[in-house]
């Protein structure tokens, strides 16, 4: 059985792709930006926007039935490698305990201008030892 769930994103539907997928004890969690309502948040702020883009996975993996101690896997896409320190402090603020598997690539642009960083999830419905 396949579960989606979907966000406010204006590239969703536009796309066809849903903000994270379930499959059995499985979750993906797709790129998710800093962007609610349509508009970036946290422009030029590369701590704030992993923030809110890790506030946004975590969101999609609750309704899902998972929590943040169950990722395994995370990758981070960022326009500007040289502020890696600002990314890293934002992910490492949630992740910190649970250590999952995690690759920071540089891109040359995202989506929208504006945005600096996108992050995608993996998941495992009861495989993490503890939440955070």
Same mark, same amino acid.
């Given at each position: 059985m396949r579960e989606r769930v979907s966000t406010s994103s204006p590239w969703e539907d536009l796309v066809g792709y849903s903000r994270a997928v379930r499959v059995g004890d499985t979750v993906h969690v797709s790129g998710t930006t800093a962007v609610r309502d349509g508009q970036v948040v946290g422009a030029g702020n590369p701590y704030t926007q992993t923030?809110?883009?890790?506030e946004i996975v975590i969101a999609a993996l609750a309704e899902l039935g +998972?929590?943040?101690a169950d990722v395994v896997r995370t990758r981070m896409f960022v326009t500007d490698i040289s502020r890696w320190e600002e990314y890293g402090r934002a992910h490492g603020e949630i992740f910190r305990d649970v250590r999952p598997a995690a690759s920071m690539l540089e891109v040359s642009a995202l989506i929208h201008p504006d945005l600096l960083v996108e992050i995608e999830a993996e998941a495992i419905? #009861? #495989? #993490? +030892?503890t939440d955070p």
């Open positions: 923030r809110v883009a890790l +998972a929590t943040p419905v #009861g #495989g #993490g +030892a």
